[in-house]
T-cell receptor
Framework: GESVGLHLPTLSVQEGDNSIINCAYS??????FIWYKQESGKGPQFIID?????DKRQGQRVTVLLNKTVKHLSLQIAATQPGDSAVYFC????????????FGTGTQLKVEL | GAGVSQSPSNKVTEKGKDVELRCDPI?????LYWYRQRLGQGLEFLIY????????KSGLPSDRFSAERTGESVSTLTIQRTQQEDSAVYLC??????????????FGDGTRLSIL
């Protein structure tokens, strides 16, 4: 059978390097965006969020950039560590529509030692 | 503290059988969501409960799928007459009360359903 991640784009980085994960979203009316990290066998874990009236937000080692003109999100991870290896999903919400998340397809991040 | 709890963690059943999946949300969280995640893919919205309002069932893929929630606590997702394409991980999430814009959903670890 197929293994998890077979159809996911993969980003391989060296430990200590910065990672940039990109995502295109679909709904121009979406007003809230979230990045989730999902480790194998686990549910998605919240990383960072951003409202549509912002274009950048920083957290601890992570930065999210939002470009509404081209409907693009990116997640930057500084000094990538082996524990960052996971699948990363962006999700969009139109808060006028019940706050249900619409997820992108995900990117597998592999950190090489 | 306690997170979202789902049971069973794994379920294997024969095609045609009914299954029930359970979600215990975080205490005090008024909103509860079910999602389906097929192998190697993102999550698909299924159904959303908010307080005493009528649930948003717009993501349920067929009438074989249904869900209930008792007040603001436990929810059960039921799949009748299971088919092989129902094989997936079923994830539950809950969210605290509030405007929602700055209230991210908290996920359980899911139930991995395999239909033989």
């Amino acid at each position: 059978g197929e293994s998890v991640g077979l159809h996911l784009p993969t980003l391989s980085v060296q430990e200590g390097d910065n990672s940039i994960i990109n995502c295109a979203y679909s709904n121009s009316a979406s007003d809230y965006f979230i990045w989730y990290k999902q480790e194998s066998g686990k549910g998605p874990q919240f990383i960072i969020d951003i409202r549509s009236n912002m274009d950048k937000r920083q957290g601890q080692r992570v930065t999210v950039l939002l470009n509404k003109t081209v409907k693009h999100l990116s997640l930057q991870i500084a000094a990538t560590q082996p524990g960052d290896s996971a699948v990363y999903f962006c999700a969009e919400i139109f808060t006028g529509g019940g706050n249900k998340l619409t997820f992108g397809t995900g990117t597998q991040l592999k950190v090489e030692l | 503290g306690a997170g979202v709890s789902q049971s069973p963690s794994n379920k294997v059943t024969e095609k045609g059988k009914d299954v029930e999946l359970r979600c215990d949300p975080i205490s005090g969280h008024t909103a509860l969501y079910w999602y389906r995640q097929r192998l190697g893919q993102g999550l698909e919205f299924l159904i959303y409960f908010q307080g005493n309002s009528a649930p948003d069932k717009s993501g349920l893929p067929s009438d074989r799928f249904s869900a209930e929630r008792t007040g603001e606590s436990v929810s059960t997702l039921t799949i009748q007459r299971t088919q092989q394409e129902d094989s997936a991980v079923y994830l539950c999430a809950s969210r605290p009360p509030g405007q929602g814009r700055n209230q991210p959903q908290h996920f359980g670890d899911g139930t991995r359903l395999s239909i033989l």
